[in-house]
């Protein structure tokens, strides 16, 4: 156990609507990242939150948004989905400091089925 | 553009064999490098390598990072069944980890 957790498990949508997937980090951390894993690849990087601001961004369009919350809980916001948008989606939480960082933890992802 | 790959894409070994996996990586703003095993939902975290040569080891599991070459093994000796999954390997920049595509390791009884 990680003490991620994400929810909701699983999720189906259809073309055109939107999704909010949410992530409670672990506690004392302060910083969480989103994934996005398609089917037989590894996990690419959506966006970061440290301290409730975004802190980089990978290759994904406007439509993906997200938040993190005063207690560093976060939310991955997809509008318009897409049936590419089919995926796990992981998310991440580390301590970043002015001193350095500690490894990232995930929680169990959240699914999502766009038809 | 950065890049990570990882070889072999898959391998399958019998119980007791010893496996090496391999990542190499061209990544900017290069910090550390992470591996993960990811057996159903969520990688499970194994290593954070940050200097060269030193060798990282938990149990039957150990690990190196050459930074001079811009590489990283993992080297799992007398497998298991438990230790089929993918194993990630992810160099971590300023801000994300920029994930490989994975070595899938089956082990046989």
């Known amino acids: 156990e990680t003490g991620v957790t994400q929810s909701p498990t699983h999720l189906i949508k259809t073309r055109g609507q939107q999704v909010t997937l949410r992530c409670s980090s672990q506690s004392g951390h302060n910083t969480v990242s989103w994934y996005q894993q398609a089917l037989g690849q590894g996990p690419q990087f959506i966006f970061q939150y440290y301290r409730e601001e975004e802190n980089g961004r990978g290759n994904f369009p406007p439509r993906f948004s997200g938040l993190q919350f005063p207690n560093y809980s976060s939310e991955l916001n997809v509008n318009a989905l897409e049936l590419d948008d089919s995926a796990l989606y992981l998310c991440?939480?580390?301590?970043?400091?002015?001193?350095?960082?500690?490894?990232?933890?995930f929680g169990q992802g959240t699914r999502l089925t766009v038809v | 553009e950065d890049k990570v790959v990882q070889s072999p894409l898959s391998l399958v070994v019998h119980e007791g064999d010893t496996v090496t996996l391999n990542c190499s990586y061209e990544v900017t703003n290069f910090r550390s490098l992470l591996w993960y095993k990811q057996e159903k939902k969520a990688p499970t975290f194994l290593f954070m390598l940050t200097s060269s040569g030193i060798e990282k080891k938990s149990g039957r599991l150990s690990s190196i990072l050459d930074k001079k070459e811009l590489f990283s093994i993992l080297n799992i000796t007398a497998t298991q069944t438990g230790d089929s999954a993918v194993y990630l390997c992810?160099?971590?920049?300023?801000?994300?980890?920029?994930f490989g595509a994975g070595t899938r390791l089956t082990v046989k009884p």
């Open positions: 991440a939480s580390s301590l970043v400091t002015k001193s350095g960082y500690t490894e990232a933890f």
């Open positions: 992810a160099p971590y920049n300023n801000n994300d980890m920029r």
